[in-house]
């Protein structure tokens, strides 16, 4: 129940949201007419035409996004229509007549209830067109129900969700519109009055159509600094991570929140017999698209043997740490029945393509059997919600335990010492490894990351301070902003911002960000054609010096080689607030998310 609540919770605040403002206009316009029979019949369509839309993104594909597009045409012309009927009465009487007509042969020829229902239309019908407007704006709580939806497939909970997160945004919406009508019944009085209001309203809607067409309710209003509702939202997003994580059977099926790069969690001492219950059967992994380092593999051919699934993806900074750990119990417990079993999941386009998983794999060294999950099959199979986790299956094929996240290492390793002593292994030592990670592969810092993982695609961006916003899959020339806030970036030079990546168009563009953590990492590719890109990198205006990353020299000097997560600057002591800059010398440089540690 707690799920749909804060579903709900998270509609309430969309209203606060800027992107929500263009809207407005539309629902104070009908503020003037009867609550039941008008605004009632509006908010339905718009939660309706919300749902629809938002559904048919989380499960469709790109012909979705282009059927949508032509949809918000076809919604800005309508309202543009409607607003200009309410600037020009005579207008509005000649567009009605036929509707007028229609409505008197009803009357006539049915019972009084109909023509009732016909006058219900036409506010649905406007709410239909407002909700085609409204729905691309979401916040964390609506990007994490719709990516949920995306990669779980169309089901009764994500419908729940959606229609929760829709019932919340209208409520918020019909107290604006109840206090909207009382405005309006106040200013009655005269006739002149009624005329000016109707005529404000009018260029409200017309104001709030052109901010639309032109894009400036992504663009500008987005950028408006909201951090208290952003806040509050995060905040309900954690509560559903808290929920799901520890509700029963989590692991063996429940839904998961969204893709999710879950970071070091509190560590749990070791216990020699740990209550390990069956949690569900080994699911299928007839859904990988394709192996390394091994032919397919399925549970039957691995009954028997004690089995660790280790589902990552090789730009995810959280996966890359675990490395050491599995090379280190893949070697240890080879010979005692122990298999450990990749499965990469990508986040990233770049990561679907096989060529850039082998060399990844290659060059961290891995040698385990690893299935390319790029249809997102297994982690379905699994019921998984994050990058990295653990399943720990036993001889008989059950799930007797799982991990979501970094460290509880020791834990991990008794766990399987417990199954490898179940399945008759009588020598296997109790110790623990210890293995020293290099790079990317180093352990955290010792205080978490105040800085949170940052998308620089438009798609799931947040917190740009660029004058003038994002223009969206358009090269477009942006300033640097003169000052950033923590977790705070910007753009400087001529990119297009895809849907999840920034490319960057002429040599000399850079990138800033105002960051509290130890680590920082980017993901970045070079340019299309596969030439390297060079890059200097400065951390509060000067060479990072004994602060630089692994893959930067001291003067901040560095290459883009291939499409992968680099490690740009790993500070010898302390975390403060500091600002980032790097600045690409060639074009064509990708980039993708900062994530820090």
């Not at 216990?271 to 059967?281: C, F, I, S, T, Y």
């Not at 800085?451 to 004058?467: C, I, K």
């Not at 003067?555 to 302390?574: F, K, M, N, P």
Request: glycine content about 10%; overall charge positive; hydrophobic content about 45%.
């Amino acid at each position: 129940m707690l799920i749909p609540l804060v579903a709900y919770l998270g509609g309430v605040l969309t209203i606060l949201s800027p992107c929500v403002l263009p809207v407005l206009p539309f629902v104070f316009a009908r503020a003037d007419r009867p609550f039941v029979s008008h605004g009632l019949p509006m908010l339905a369509g718009m939660a309706v035409a919300f749902a629809a839309v938002a559904t048919l993104a989380a499960v469709g594909g790109g012909w979705v996004v282009g059927l949508n597009q032509y949809g918000r045409y076809a919604a800005i012309a309508m309202l543009a229509v409607f607003g200009i009927t309410m600037l020009v009465p005579s207008l509005a009487d000649r567009l009605s007549q036929p509707f007028v007509a229609l409505g008197n042969r009803l009357a006539e020829s049915a019972s009084a209830a109909r023509p009732a229902r016909l006058a219900a239309l036409s506010p649905l019908l406007l709410g239909i067109a407002t909700g085609m407007l409204w729905a691309p704006c979401a916040g964390p709580i609506l990007g994490l129900i719709l990516t949920s939806a995306a990669l779980n497939g169309a089901s009764a909970g994500t419908s729940v969700l959606l229609l929760a997160y829709a019932a919340g945004a209208c409520t918020s919406l019909a107290v604006a519109l109840l206090f909207g009508g009382r405005l309006f019944a106040l200013l009655k009085g005269t006739l002149s009055a009624g005329v000016m209001v109707r005529r404000v309203a009018g260029a409200a809607v017309l104001a709030g159509v052109g901010t639309i067409a032109l894009g400036l309710d992504t663009e500008v209003l987005s950028r408006i600094s909201l951090g208290s509702t952003t806040a509050l939202e995060q905040s309900l997003v954690r509560r559903i991570e808290m929920n799901r994580s520890n509700a029963p059977g989590a692991a063996s099926g429940a839904g998961k929140p969204e893709l999710v790069r879950t970071a070091s969690t509190t560590a749990v001492p070791p216990a020699r017999q740990l209550a390990l219950a069956p949690e569900g059967p080994f699911p299928p992994l007839t859904g990988a698209t394709g192996w390394i380092n091994s032919a397919p593999l399925t549970p039957e051919a691995l009954r028997g043997k004690v089995v660790l699934v280790d589902f990552w993806t090789y730009s995810c900074i959280n996966c890359l740490r675990t490395v050491p750990y599995l090379r280190a119990w893949a070697q240890k417990y080879r010979d005692a029945g122990l298999v450990v079993l990749g499965v990469h999941t990508p986040e990233f386009a770049f990561e679907k393509r096989t060529a850039n998983v082998v060399k990844a794999a290659k060059d961290l060294g891995i040698d385990f059997p690893v299935a390319l999950d790029n249809d997102f099959a297994v982690w379905r199979a699994f019921g998984n919600r994050a990058w990295p986790a653990f399943y720990f299956i036993d001889a008989q094929g059950q799930i007797r335990h799982h991990q979501f996240g970094e460290d509880q290492y020791e834990e991990a390793e008794a766990v399987l010492q417990q199954l490898l002593s179940e399945a008759g292994q009588s020598r296997v030592t109790s110790s623990f490894v210890a293995p020293q990670g290099v790079g990317t592969q180093a352990a955290p810092g010792r205080s978490p990351a105040q800085s949170q993982e940052t998308y620089l695609g438009h798609q799931r961006t947040h917190d740009f301070a660029s004058p003038g916003g994002i223009a969206r899959d358009r090269a477009s020339d942006y300033p640097l902003a003169a000052a950033l806030r923590n977790d705070q970036w910007s753009l400087g030079g001529n990119w297009t911002v895809e849907a999840e990546r920034a490319v960057l168009n002429r040599a000399g563009g850079r990138i800033a960000y105002r960051f509290q953590a130890r680590d920082l990492h980017l993901v970045l590719g070079p340019s299309a054609d596969g030439k390297p890109v060079r890059f200097i990198v400065r951390v509060d205006g000067k060479a990072p010096l004994a602060d630089h990353g692994f893959d930067t020299d001291p003067e901040g000097r560095g290459t883009i080689d291939g499409e992968r997560l680099y490690q740009l600057v790993r500070q010898s002591a302390g975390s403060k607030s500091r600002l980032f800059e790097i600045e690409f010398l060639d074009p064509g440089a990708q980039a993708y998310a900062f994530t820090f540690g």
